[in-house]
């Protein structure tokens, strides 16, 4: 059994998907998606989801494995990624985990214990209608608060959350890594700006918005606008909160910053390999195997 796992991510638009087929088909692997909105049935524009011509009859795993009217969570996505780690490993090939969603692929290599704690959709909602939610992490728990990205709702939610039905603080992170031996290599471009640029008018292109409109016959605005940017001012759009040009102008600079924290987090993992193209990556696949 080929006890290795590579693992290759960096920001949106720098090329993972091209990059990982390519590998797979040299190096007789088969790729696992690392995407928190890949997972869902209907989502394949706005989330960039790989067609099956791109695929060049590479095997893809936990892509539309969950309907967007339901949660998906981390606990579930961890649970099946290495489920489909170990298969392809006992028949000799090599995993691929591809993707942007740090939290997935953290979830995989190093086996970040989350706590089980049960919705409360009650709460949340009343959560939402608070404007200051990280001072009222930092009061309820100033440990959690010195970690958490103050600037993402869901995790500030999801932690006071933890912290309110347990009476007690975030448990701090337990770890309980793969068993495999990883490689992590991260794509770095310089032109990532027009790369983004360049990504999101194909979406456009290719009906990024009528996808929204079909997925708000089976799900609300509101949930529309957990799914991220892209769903975010499509969805707004499409209520005629905005106009056509903001949409863009607007999608175009938030994914920017979107890239940048990708980066920042990504950044702080020294296991991280950074390439700039396949050659690179070859170089490093030949040694790691």
Do not use: C
Not at 92 to 112: E, H, M, Q, R, W
Not at 164 to 190: A, D, H, M, Q, R
Request: without cysteine; proline residues 3%; charged residues 35%.
């Amino acid at each position: 059994m080929l006890n290795k796992l590579l693992v290759i991510l960096g920001p949106t638009s720098s090329g993972k998907t091209g990059l990982s087929i390519k590998i797979a088909k040299k190096f007789n692997g088969e790729i696992i998606s690392a995407d928190s909105r890949q997972v869902y049935e209907g989502m394949d524009i706005g989330s960039g989801k790989v067609t099956k011509k791109e695929m060049r009859g590479i095997p893809h795993y936990l892509l539309d494995i969950a309907s967007p009217k339901r949660k998906f969570t981390v606990t579930q996505y961890r649970k099946l990624a290495l489920k489909a780690v170990k298969d392809i490993q006992k028949r000799n090939k090599l995993p691929i985990l591809v993707g942007g969603t740090a939290f997935y692929i953290y979830s995989v290599i190093d086996g970040i214990t989350i706590p089980e704690v049960k919705a409360d959709w009650k709460l949340r909602r009343q959560l939402e209608k608070r404007k200051d939610l990280y001072g009222f992490l930092k009061k309820l728990d100033p440990q959690r608060a010195k970690t958490i990205d103050k600037d993402n709702p869901r995790r500030l939610i999801r932690a006071i959350e933890i912290v309110l039905k347990t009476k007690k603080p975030v448990p701090k992170t337990k770890y309980n890594p793969i068993e495999s031996e990883v490689l992590i290599i991260g794509i770095n471009k310089n032109n990532l700006k027009e790369l983004i640029r360049k990504r999101l008018l194909k979406r456009l292109k290719n009906g990024l918005v009528a996808e929204v409109k079909r997925l708000k016959s089976i799900v609300s605005w509101k949930r529309l606008e957990e799914f991220g940017l892209e769903y975010r001012f499509a969805a707004q759009y499409l209520q005629r909160k905005i106009d056509k040009k903001t949409m863009i102008n607007k999608l175009e600079k938030e994914i920017q910053q979107f890239a940048k924290k990708q980066m920042t987090w990504f950044k702080k993992d020294k296991r991280i390999k950074w390439v700039k193209d396949y050659k690179e990556s070859e170089k490093l696949l030949k040694k790691f195997l």
